[in-house]
């Protein structure tokens, strides 16, 4: 819902939006909730940190859909990140500046060009597998696409059970007759919030890009998918998941008999029960591997999003998407067991039982360094690539808008004082892109980057952020990235060497949509 305030700022405030305030080290802009004081940093970039645009979801907004957020007076400081919301510590490489969870985390952060007006929007939203994450991991950071003359957002969104958990009393108190998918409906509430404030700080509001990683590419899909968000963005991109193939939400009545059963375990009879609980005895109440999908709720997704795509309701947006080219290794398939032949057609036949020959013949292995290319490929295919290639599939069918699929191979470099002779990846792993693609190589001192290293982010980052501006990668000194066809595409294989190439194994998906 468009807040009636919203044209008015656009007439009082200047193109920019900003307002430097005395000796220019800080910025104030005019939100439709109350004005929010800014850093300028070194590079002239402007930074907002810790916006709330929601109420915080406690007490009993604890599983309702985000409410909106509380209007202020005066000048708020937007100066550190808010809370992450609540989460286990589950992901080594996740490096947050936040300061510590909290149920109240509903956040973004806005990073604005020095100059210029009317600028295309990035928003991203996080992956963690919709367990963990945050918009104030060093690898999010907005500040090198905002030196391209982009606003980028991170956002907040609730995670675990606080996002997730279905049940039919809270299906019952529903206006729309729906529960769970609350992190997703965060997500929906982040980006109204941009369609009625980002004009404020300089972006145009029909100039927005979703993206994200895992949990938060398959966040993309999803709002793809969601009748909410006609008209909330104008393009996406996803990196690493598709809310598809085998990766589904469940349905509605089967979701609320989980989260039923899940109350039951811990002896609670009601909603009530459950809202009075502490975050933190809720949260640890999960940690024994309770798990909570997102969810056909006939709401925010009133099918399948395989049923959506295919029938051409999603929204018509550009979309850039693809994965890594080795996001499992080939333990995902072998386990501990040794790369041999026989182990490898041994552990097909026990996935795959009658449709292992077709499977052993697309996967073909016939030596020990064979068998480690195609069960990672396997491994990669069955745990995230095969979700995201049925999206995009989808999505050149039915979009009626360019759609452009990537290939991310380059490995990250051996970590700073790594012994030499270690043996290299087989390729780029799970989440390996993000500091790639968002310019933040340098912010991640794990890494020995080199000037190759440097090469391909640039090379990536140009590609987002050619997209982001014009629905369109390519660009000048870049290779030319053709769209999808429905037949004979060709795909960007992104590595030090990045070249276009005839999509290499189209014939493995069908097998696996065949399976589905």
């Known amino acids: 819902m468009k807040n009636l305030l919203y044209p008015a700022i656009i007439l009082l405030l200047p193109v920019a939006g900003i307002r430097a305030q005395g000796n220019g080290q800080d910025a104030i802009v005019a939100t439709v909730n109350g004005s929010v004081q800014g850093t300028v940093e070194a590079s002239g970039v402007h930074s907002f940190k810790g916006i709330p645009y929601a109420a915080p979801p406690v007490g009993d907004l604890r599983f309702r859909e985000p409410q909106p957020a509380v209007s202020w007076q005066g000048v708020r400081k937007a100066q550190a990140f808010g809370p992450r919301a609540m989460q286990l510590p589950i992901f080594g490489d996740m490096k947050f500046r936040s300061d510590g969870v909290s149920e109240d985390c509903l956040y973004l952060n806005v990073w604005v060009p020095a100059k210029g007006g009317h600028l295309p929007v990035l928003v991203y939203f996080y992956g963690g597998g919709f367990v963990a994450g945050d918009g104030s991991e060093y690898r999010y950071d907005g500040e090198s696409m905002a030196k391209r003359g982009i606003i980028a957002v991170t956002v907040n969104y609730r995670l675990g059970i606080f996002g997730f958990l279905a049940h039919p009393d809270l299906s019952k108190e529903s206006a729309h007759h729906s529960s769970g998918n609350y992190g997703l409906l965060d997500q929906h509430a982040a980006l109204e919030w941009v369609q009625q404030n980002i004009a404020a700080f300089g972006g145009d509001p029909a100039r927005v890009t979703i993206a994200g990683e895992s949990?938060?590419?398959?966040?993309?899909?999803?709002?793809?998918?969601?009748?909410?968000?006609?008209?909330?963005?104008?393009?996406?991109?996803?990196?690493?998941?598709?809310?598809?193939?085998?990766?589904?939400?469940?349905?509605?009545?089967?979701?609320?008999?989980?989260?039923?059963?899940?109350?039951?375990?811990?002896?609670?009879?009601?909603?009530?029960?459950?809202?009075?609980?502490?975050?933190?005895?809720?949260?640890?109440?999960?940690?024994?591997?309770?798990?909570?999908?997102?969810?056909?709720?006939?709401?925010?997704?009133?099918?399948?999003?395989?049923?959506?795509?295919?029938?051409?309701?999603?929204?018509?947006?550009?979309?850039?998407?693809?994965?890594?080219?080795?996001?499992?290794?080939?333990?995902?398939?072998?386990?501990?067991?040794?790369?041999?032949?026989?182990?490898?057609?041994?552990?097909?036949?026990?996935?795959?039982?009658?449709?292992?020959?077709?499977?052993?013949?697309?996967?073909?292995?016939?030596?020990?360094?064979?068998?480690?290319?195609?069960?990672?490929?396997?491994?990669?295919?069955?745990?995230?690539?095969?979700?995201?290639?049925?999206?995009?599939?989808?999505?050149?069918?039915?979009?009626?808008?360019?759609?452009?699929?990537?290939?991310?191979?380059?490995?990250?470099?051996?970590?700073?004082?790594?012994?030499?002779?270690?043996?290299?990846?087989?390729?780029?792993?799970?989440?390996?892109?993000?500091?790639?693609?968002?310019?933040?190589?340098?912010?991640?001192?794990?890494?020995?980057?080199?000037?190759?290293?440097?090469?391909?982010?640039?090379?990536?980052?140009?590609?987002?952020?050619?997209?982001?501006?014009?629905?369109?990668?390519?660009?000048?000194?870049?290779?030319?990235?053709?769209?999808?066809?429905?037949?004979?595409?060709?795909?960007m294989v992104i590595d030090v060497h990045t070249h276009a190439e005839k999509e290499p194994h189209p014939e493995r998906y069908r097998l696996m949509d065949g399976q589905d």
């Open 215 to 491: 949990a938060g590419s398959i966040s993309v899909c999803a709002q793809m998918a969601s009748p909410l968000s006609k008209g909330l963005f104008a393009g996406a991109i996803g990196e690493s998941g598709g809310l598809t193939g085998n990766i589904k939400p469940v349905r509605l009545d089967t979701a609320e008999k989980n989260g039923a059963a899940f109350a039951a375990r811990l002896g609670k009879k009601s909603i009530a029960d459950l809202r009075v609980m502490t975050a933190t005895d809720l949260l640890q109440a999960t940690a024994k591997g309770a798990r909570f999908s997102t969810v056909i709720d006939g709401y925010f997704l009133p099918e399948a999003p395989d049923e959506i795509y295919s029938d051409g309701s999603q929204m018509k947006v550009s979309l850039l998407a693809g994965w890594n080219s080795a996001e499992v290794s080939y333990g995902g398939i072998l386990g501990a067991s040794a790369p041999t032949v026989e182990g490898y057609e041994a552990a097909v036949r026990k996935l795959y039982d009658d449709k292992a020959d077709e499977v052993l013949q697309l996967y073909k292995a016939t030596t020990p360094e064979e068998v480690k290319q195609a069960a990672t490929d396997l491994a990669t295919d069955r745990f995230i690539a095969y979700s995201t290639w049925k999206w995009i599939d989808r999505a050149t069918a039915t979009g009626g808008k360019p759609v452009y699929r990537y290939l991310y191979g380059h490995p990250r470099p051996p970590a700073v004082g790594a012994a030499a002779g270690a043996q290299p990846p087989m390729g780029a792993g799970h989440s390996w892109e993000i500091e790639y693609a968002l310019g933040n190589l340098h912010s991640n001192a794990v890494y020995a980057w080199t000037a190759d290293d440097d090469k391909v982010s640039a090379t990536i980052e140009s590609y987002f952020a050619n997209f982001i501006k014009t629905g369109d990668p390519n660009g000048k000194g870049l290779p030319t990235w053709s769209p999808m066809k429905a037949i004979g595409s060709e795909i």
